[in-house]
């Protein structure tokens, strides 16, 4: 009885001896993992560098809200610091002319600048 084992593959010769076999594979097997090796660091090396541009713009942004921050609090201090100088006034204005209302009261009358229309000597207005 003879006993014939299938070719593994289409390609393979008819007779393949085992030793060659072997020693194929294995070269086969250390290529496919050096070139992937070799892929997967190519990529580690690519998401490093995406990965350092990105947080180098991050910085720049940091950045750049920082000093936008700062010129907009002193725009922010320079507009309350005139709003309460103008409600400062207005205060004043109003407790002057209260001061000044409560004075009239307080005393006598004035004289009527205007007349009654018979008293009036003059054109009409």
Known sequence: MN??????SGYAPAKADPLRLASATIQAVDRIGVATSEEIEKTADEIMRGATEIAEKLRELAGAIREHSKIANEHVS??????TCVLEGVRDLKMKLEGEAEAVQDTSPLPSLIGKPSQFTGPAL
Do not use: W
């Open 78 to 83: 320079e507009f309350c610091s005139k709003a």
């Open 3 to 8: 006993i014939q084992t299938p070719n593994p």
